[in-house]
Every structure is written in C-alpha cells, then in structure tokens.
T-cell receptor, first 114, second 109 residues
C-alpha cells in the first residue's frame, strides 16, 4: 500500500511565525504536490515537484516555498504565517507516468494561524 | 478559464441509487478522476475515465462524455459509510489536476 504521511494532523501558529509542513511518501514516486483545501473551494495547488531539487509553482504559490532534497520528502514552508493561511494542507504523490496518474494523499494538516 | 462544476450537496436514502454530476471546461483533457473524501480524512481514488462510456467498479460506476464535457458518478445500494464528499477532477493539457469543490453526499436511514 502506498503511504503518504504528514508531520502533523493539527498545528496552531502565530502570525509572523515560520511554519514547516513535512510530507513523506514510501512508494518511490517521482511527483509530489502540496494543496490547500478550504470550504466551498476545490483543492488548490500550491507547489509541485517532478524530481529532487525541482519545483514548480501551482495556482497559489504566494506566501509559500517548498523544498525537495530527497525523493521521498517534500516540505512546504510558510515564510511568515498569516491568518489567511489558516487551512487544511494536503500532500500528495504520484508516479511520473502511468495509466491513471492517480494521486495518493496524506491525511492532511489542519493549520490555524492566530 | 478552467472550471469544474458539481452540486454542493445531495441527500439520498440507504439502499437507493444516487448520481453525482460533474461538468467541466478545461484547457485540454487527459482524463477525469473521482475521489471520495470522508470528513477529516484524505481523498481516496475511486475512478479514472479517459474514454467515453461507462466504467463499472462494484457498486460505483463512472461515466464520461468528452463532447459534452460531462461526467457522473453513480453509487448503487447506498450504505451509510458512503456518506462523504465526492470530488471531481480533470487533468488538463499540462497534466495538472483541476478540482471541483466537491459534492457532500448525505445518506439517511
């Protein structure tokens, strides 16, 4: 079974803090993704990575950065957390190619910025 | 722009059949996905359609019409555990997933 894990299920941070969200996958997937999910909105892509040290901006990269130093690990960084970054953050991974390009998701991190 | 539309919420009765519709307008098309997401949990993959027609997988079936930009997810013999949100997503020409907001399905006894 594919397993995607995220470092925290719940996180509370103060405005202006630097926040690190970690994601690890154990299936040797090339692609990794960070999304945020807010009520009434679809998943929105923040950043993705096709390979180690490679990163691409998604639809809403402002206020975020990412790091992928190892194939299995993809980190999302909030440089200076703001209240509008309160959200559910979902990490996902997938194979580079395949019949379905299915994405496997981690359990999510619910981040509250006060 | 790119757009995925699906109903916000639907209610159905245990044992019945429900159809969740999804319409899309995207830049290119490389397949349509349905995911299930229980409250507080991660989305899990249900189905993938890239050709027109019906794909059946147990109690769940997914249909695609590329010419109409339309898909539906059909759930038969509903069970209480089917109460969840169902997410429709389309892979565009850049192989990026465009997500709908999801349909919350409520199953009543």
């Amino acid at each position: 079974d594919v397993k995607v894990t995220q470092s925290s299920r719940y996180l509370v941070k103060r405005t202006g803090e630097k926040v690190f969200l970690e994601c690890v996958q154990d299936m040797d997937h090339e692609n990794m993704f960070w999304y945020r999910q807010d009520p009434g909105l679809g998943l929105r892509l923040i950043y993705f990575s096709y390979d180690v040290k490679m990163k691409e901006k998604g639809d809403i990269p402002e206020g975020y950065s990412v790091s992928r130093e190892k194939k299995e690990r993809f980190s999302l960084i909030l440089e200076s957390a703001s209240t509008n970054q309160t959200s559910m953050y979902l990490c996902a991974s997938s194979l580079e190619s395949g019949p379905t390009y299915e994405q496997y998701f981690g359990p999510g991190t619910r981040l509250t910025v006060t | 722009g790119q757009n995925i539309d699906q109903p916000t919420e639907m209610t159905a009765t245990e044992g019945a059949i429900v159809q969740i519709n999804c319409t899309y307008q995207t830049s290119g098309f490389n397949g349509l996905f349905w995911y299930q997401q229980h409250a507080g949990e991660a989305p899990t993959f249900l189905s993938y359609n890239v050709l027109d027609g019906l794909e059946e997988k147990g109690r769940f079936s997914s249909f695609l019409s590329r010419s109409k930009g339309y898909s539906y997810l059909l759930l038969k013999e509903l069970q209480m555990k089917d109460s969840a949100s169902y997410l429709c997503a389309v892979m565009d020409s850049n192989y990026q997933l465009i997500w709908g907001a999801g349909t919350k399905l409520i199953i009543k006894p």
